[in-house]
């Protein structure tokens, strides 16, 4: 439904109107002042003495007093001027001037250069600074700069070859390139073109990028906005906003308008009572309006993208809206090594290093965080002075966006280290007992981060789909490292509160999300839907029961490798780093078939 266009926005425009238009006369005014005090005639300086002589010998046809300056008009126009300090002496010389007849003005003070500085030159300046500050809230209010353009002529730094692992969403994506290049013919043929394409998926997959290289491959302009630069402080900006960057794709056009996080301003609409809600609405309608106003003709296409395409309002996906929505995955191995090609290019890897070694020790990462490793590894490669870059650089990198930089000179005591050593001992424990975890890769109690220590898993292979006894499993092995706190130190540490958070944030997903508690298949939705207390209550009881079974279990899991973690701590206190191996040999065991 259409709303009004708010008025806020027009109010801030006539406004800025008549400052500027203040500003302008004021700036007239002292302008012709100016001119007209130039355009007085030459004065001649005199003394007193000489002053007193014209008054005595008449000939003057008038007499100027302002303040201490007298000036006097003589018979021929020339003007002769005096600086006449004192009472007396001026009176003396007023009163000789007037027995002779000679008319007197007095006037009052003209200013001098500080003077007419101050009394034109400040409101003049405040005025200006007035009309600026105006102005600046005028174009932030109109939405100027509140969003991007790149790329006006075709000429676009990314494109097409440096996305990868992206095919299908790449290939669904051509369609809107042939309208783009050649929008006649699709009119003429009566094809209903996507006019909006929602792309969703996990952050840094290349979202942005295939916007941007769909932009360069149909040799159009881009427009770029964040969802967020939407919510603004004053009431209707947001909506005006919108407007301001449709009526600039309509100019521009052919163009790709590209909303980044459409989330942002795209949630469901009627939420909450709240001026802030109500405000976001209005921004969405005027979205929505300007979506239905594209014509057959108009040749803008609109790319949003968002993680959580779950939380869009409804109305944002009928046709004729974003009536097309392609998914952009996390690659799989495949995908990934072709990513490593884009971000290995301009780097010199050493002869042996091979990129699907690589792309197969990474599962999970988004193409952003592949970007980072390669980029992490270069950095790696250069502080060792490496001709190129080597295995163990891609490691540390790796190690790195795992696990966060270690902490240089930050020491812990012995007990400290100690502590740490039992509490991670204790995940190490539970991740190689479970059946259904991902093998353990690494262990470490050099502080890195936030954590003072930490336990390092890998899948070995793509997960799609997550099973309830790997999700248990993960829960009891966060909790392994309190299990081992309570049973080997009696003790309880502060440092297991994120294991603790993440434990319960997985155990809840299962009980709300995922109807894999006794509650059976039950779903909340979005956090900010309205539920039954009760409801509620007992989402809390069976998480909170699924957590406790875990815990025990990791518990007893600690309990029967007491041994194994005895060794398993001494070595960490000897070496810091344990890699699987190291780990492996502490608990006996054969390194599991990879
Ligand atoms: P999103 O918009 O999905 O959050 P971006 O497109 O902003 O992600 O990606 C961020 C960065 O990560 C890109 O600039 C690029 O360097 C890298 N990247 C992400 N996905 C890919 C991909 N599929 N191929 C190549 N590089 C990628
Ligand atoms: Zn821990």
């Known amino acids: 439904m259409p709303t009004p266009p708010p008025k806020v926005s027009l109010r801030a425009r006539r406004l800025a109107l008549a400052?500027?238009?203040?500003?302008?006369?004021?700036l007239c005014i002292a302008a012709i002042i100016v001119t007209y005090q130039r355009q007085q005639p030459p004065v001649q300086k005199i003394n007193y003495s000489q002053l007193y002589g014209f008054a005595e010998a008449g000939g003057a046809v008038a007499l100027q007093v302002e303040g201490e300056t007298l000036t006097v008009t003589r018979a021929d126009g020339s003007l002769v001027q005096a600086t006449v300090t004192g009472e007396a002496p001026q009176n003396e010389v007023v009163q000789l001037f007037r027995k002779n007849k000679v008319p007197v003005e007095f006037k009052?003070?003209?200013?001098?250069?500080?003077?007419?500085?101050?009394?034109?030159?400040?409101?003049?300046?405040?005025?200006?600074?007035?009309a600026f500050a105006g102005?600046?809230?005028?174009?932030?209010?109109?939405?100027?700069?509140?969003?991007?353009?790149e790329n006006h002529n075709g000429k676009q730094d990314v494109g097409f070859d440096d996305v990868a692992g992206v095919d299908e969403a790449r290939a669904e994506l051509t369609e809107t390139i042939e309208f783009l290049r050649n929008p006649e013919r699709f009119s003429r043929l009566g094809g209903r073109v996507p006019r909006g394409i929602l792309l969703y998926g996990p952050p840094g997959t290349g979202k942005t990028l295939l916007a941007r290289a769909a932009a360069k491959e149909a040799g159009v302009a881009f427009l770029a906005a964040s969802g967020s630069s939407f919510q603004e402080k004053f009431a209707g900006l947001g909506a005006a906003r919108v407007r301001h960057l449709f009526a600039k794709g309509r100019k521009l056009s052919p163009c790709?308008?590209?909303?980044?996080?459409?989330?942002?301003?795209?949630?469901?609409?009627?939420?909450?009572?709240?001026?802030?809600?109500?405000?976001?609405?209005?921004?969405?309608?005027?979205?929505?309006v300007e979506m239905d106003g594209f014509d057959q003709s108009t040749a803008v296409v609109v790319i949003a993208s968002t993680n959580r395409p779950d939380i869009l309002d409804k109305a944002l996906t009928?046709?004729?809206?974003?009536?097309?929505e392609i998914a952009v995955n996390l690659a799989?191995?495949?995908?990934?090594?072709?990513?490593?090609?884009?971000h290995a290019r301009n780097l010199k890897l050493e002869s042996g290093l091979d990129l699907q070694w690589i792309a197969r020790g990474t599962p999970g990462f988004s193409g952003a965080e592949l970007a980072n490793l390669m980029n992490e590894a270069a950095i790696a490669a250069t502080r060792d002075d490496a001709e190129a870059v080597e295995r163990?650089?891609?490691?540390?990198a790796r190690d790195r966006i795992l696990m966060g930089a270690e902490r240089q000179g930050f020491m812990m005591d012995e007990d400290e280290r100690y502590a740490t050593a039992v509490h991670e001992a204790g995940h190490v424990?539970?991740?190689l007992a479970v059946e259904n975890g991902d093998p353990i890769h690494k262990v470490s109690i050099l502080p890195r981060g936030r954590a003072l220590g930490v336990t390092q898993s890998l899948p070995e292979r793509d997960r799609f789909m997550k099973k309830r006894e790997y999700l248990e499993d993960q829960i009891a092995l966060l909790l392994g490292g309190r299990a081992a706190e309570q049973i080997l130190l009696s003790t309880m540490t502060a440092g297991a509160s994120n294991d603790i958070e993440r434990a319960v944030e997985i155990a809840r997903r299962m009980v709300s999300e995922f109807g894999m508690s006794r509650l059976g298949p039950i779903h909340l939705g979005q956090p900010d839907q309205q539920r039954s207390q009760s409801l509620l209550d007992k989402v809390e009881e069976a998480t909170n029961e699924l957590i406790n079974s875990q815990l025990e279990r990791a518990c007893a899991i600690v309990t029967a490798e007491q041994e194994s973690i005895g060794r398993l701590v001494e070595l960490l206190m000897e070496r810091d780093t344990l890699d699987a191996d190291e780990i492996l040999g502490c608990f006996k065991r054969e390194a599991r078939a990879a």
């Open 256 to 288: 790709i308008i590209f909303i980044d996080e459409i989330d942002a301003l795209g949630r469901q609409r009627g939420r909450g009572g709240d001026s802030a809600s109500a405000d976001q609405d209005q921004t969405l309608n005027q979205l929505l």
């Open 135 to 149: 102005w600046r809230i005028y174009a932030s209010m109109s939405g100027r700069g509140s969003f991007e353009l």
């Open 318 to 324: 009928r046709p004729g809206r974003f009536d097309r």
């Open 108 to 130: 009052p003070i003209q200013p001098g250069l500080l003077a007419s500085f101050i009394s034109w030159g400040l409101p003049v300046l405040t005025l200006g600074l007035i």
């Open 332 to 342: 799989d191995v495949s995908g990934r090594e072709a990513i490593l090609k884009v």
């Open 392 to 396: 163990k650089h891609i490691e540390i």
């Open 19 to 26: 400052i500027l238009a203040t500003i302008t006369f004021s």
């Open 429 to 431: 424990a539970v991740g």
